[in-house]
């Protein structure tokens, strides 16, 4: 008996990525992506009894102009500030994109992102957006934190 608990304990603890004991998120958080569609994948695919939004999650795309390979190695480091990264894995899959290569399928959506790029084409660009990749909201590194962290706590508005 005391094994089956100590099972039940341990996969609980693999399963969820933890902050502490008030900040449970879903099954995707700590992994980052290096394509929209094995995101969308993960998050479709995830079921989350923990109470957590895991399900309901939003894309957290990073735009990026130069050494792609290495930012997405950097994972959710490329974003530098635990707080912001805290606030965003409760609600999104991080997917890091080079600018230059990608391509947006809906047509509706790819202006407004299209031209968000250009304003920010120097720089590594987060847009949110849900998952026909219509944008909600972006930022940059440059913006202030707690303008940051209140555009991801907002994801797609009311």
């Known amino acids: 008996m005391k094994n089956v608990l100590y099972f039940f304990s341990l996969s609980f603890i693999l399963t ?3 902050y502490d004991s008030n900040d449970k998120v879903g ?5 980052t992506y290096t394509n929209v569609d094995s995101a969308i994948n993960c998050l479709n695919l995830t079921v989350d009894g923990n109470g957590t939004s895991a399900d309901e999650r939003l894309l ?3 735009f990026v102009n130069k050494d792609v390979e290495a930012n997405q190695k950097l994972g959710w480091n490329i974003i530098k500030d635990t707080d912001i990264v805290k606030t965003a894995k409760r609600n999104y899959a991080l997917v890091i994109l080079n600018a230059n290569q990608y391509k947006i ?6 202006y407004n992102i299209a031209e968000t790029l250009k304003k920010h084409q120097d720089k590594t ?5 849900n998952q026909a990749l219509c944008r909600f909201g972006d930022w940059t590194l440059d913006d202030n ?3 940051i962290i209140e555009r991801l706590q907002v994801g797609d508005g009311p």
């Not at 099954?27 to 992994?31: P, Y």
């Not at 399928?105 to 790819?110: F, I, K, M, Q, V």
């Not at 660009?125 to 957006?129: D, N, P």
């Open 145 to 147: 934190k707690e303008s």
């Open 27 to 31: 099954a995707c958080c700590d992994k």
């Open 105 to 110: 399928l809906n047509e509706e959506c790819s």
């Open 16 to 18: 969820n990525c933890v």
């Open 125 to 129: 660009l987060f847009v949110i957006a």
């Open 60 to 62: 957290l795309i990073a």
